[in-house]
C-alpha cells in the first residue's frame, strides 16, 4: 500500500513554513520562505498579499516535489496569522495601511 501523506502550511508574521507529513505522524520534510513585514510609519504594519500567496505556493511546491504520485497527498490544512485580504474591483489585493 501507498503511503498516505498530508501538507500543513502556516502563515506567519516573518514567514511561510510547510510540512509533508505521514499518515502515521511522521514529519518528511519541511520549507521556510521568509515574508516581508512592511512599515511605512510608526504603530502601521503591512503584508503584501501576492508575495504571501507566492511563498505558499513556492513552501508547498517544495515539500511535495519528491512525492510522484500527488493522490497520495491526502489533505492540506492551512493556518494563517494575517485573516483578510482587501481585493479592488479586479480582484487584486490592496493596501490596508494609510498612505503615507
Known amino acids: 500500500m501507498a503511503d498516505i501523506y ?4 502556516d502563515v506567519g508574521t516573518n ?10 505522524g511522521t514529519v518528511v ?3 521556510t520562505v521568509p515574508i516581508t513585514v512592511y512599515n511605512p510609519k510608526p504603530d502601521f504594519y503591512e503584508q503584501d ?4 500567496w507566492k ?3 513556492q513552501a508547498v511546491k517544495a515539500v511535495t516535489c519528491g512525492i510522484e504520485d ?3 497527498i491526502h489533505g492540506l490544512g492551512f493556518d494563517a496569522t494575517c485573516s ?3 481585493l479592488d474591483k479586479d480582484l487584486r489585493p490592496v493596501t490596508i495601511c494609510p498612505v503615507t
Open 49 to 52: 498579499s501576492e508575495e504571501i
Open 84 to 86: 483578510l485580504v482587501v
Open 29 to 31: 520534510v519541511t520549507h
Open 15 to 24: 514567514s511561510v513554513r510547510a510540512a509533508l507529513v505521514r499518515h502515521s
Open 6 to 9: 498530508y501538507v500543513g502550511v
Open 70 to 72: 500527488k493522490s497520495q
Open 55 to 57: 511563498a505558499a505556493s
